[in-house]
């Protein structure tokens, strides 16, 4: 059964640095998305991604944050300066229509 | 107001009894409903979906829709440890985005 992968599924890095999360979505699907979850909170959306343009961003997606299918495969997030805040988990979704379908996540933790 | 409540406890429940968890949300407009499973350290895992009034069953699972009084509900019938996770009332909102409740752990006792 086709499945939504990620990578790295856990990254640590220094303030200030920027990191790049990876995400493959199910080859047939249309629509991306990043979400997170902060430890012990609910997950939040992020971006959502179509025909090569955001299509929705939360007020959390500001401009240190970008998204980009570099290829006809991939779906990236980028964080160009990362906060102690933005420790989480990571999780990139992709659909055909409605039901969403969630990749296993990176989890990003900030020092 | 939060666009989706679950605002019940942990709810234990003993092997081979029904859990019953519920969901409210704001939007009338809403149309599309979902509940999705997580594990403990995992990603939301979707076991189901529903965008019409009334009841759609799927296994063990029966999900519950009523528009008017804006409540999703979620029914797992014989209870297993498997089952043992918290679960996520998510409604489709905005293009497509899905706004998450902050979920129910069910814990089943054997």
């Known amino acids: 059964e086709p499945e939504v992968t990620q990578t790295p599924s856990h990254q640590v890095t220094q303030m200030g640095q920027e990191v790049i999360l990876r995400c493959v979505p199910i080859s047939n699907h249309l629509y991306f998305y990043w979400y997170r979850q902060i430890l012990g909170q609910k997950v939040e959306f992020l971006v959502s991604f179509y025909n090569n343009e955001i299509s929705e961003k939360s007020e959390i997606f500001d401009d240190q944050f970008s998204v980009e299918r570099p290829d006809g495969s991939n779906f990236t997030l980028k964080i160009r300066s990362t906060k102690l805040e933005d420790s989480a988990m990571y999780f990139c979704?992709?659909?055909?229509?409605?039901?969403?379908?969630f990749g296993p996540g990176t989890r990003l933790t900030v020092t | 107001q939060k666009e989706v409540e679950q605002n019940s406890g942990p709810l234990s429940v003993p092997e081979g009894a029904i859990a019953s968890l519920n969901c409210t949300y704001s939007d009338r407009g809403s149309q599309s409903f979902f509940w999705y499973r997580q594990y403990s350290g995992k990603s939301p895992e979707l076991i189901m979906f529903i965008y019409s009034n009334g009841d759609k069953e799927d296994g063990r699972f029966t999900a519950q829709l009523n528009k008017a009084s804006q409540y999703v509900s979620l029914l797992i019938r014989d209870s297993q440890p498997s089952d043992s996770a918290t679960y996520l009332c998510a409604v489709l909102s905005g293009n497509n985005r899905l706004a998450f409740g902050k979920g129910n752990q069910v814990v089943v006792i054997p």
């Open positions: 979704a992709s659909t055909l229509g409605y039901e969403q379908y």
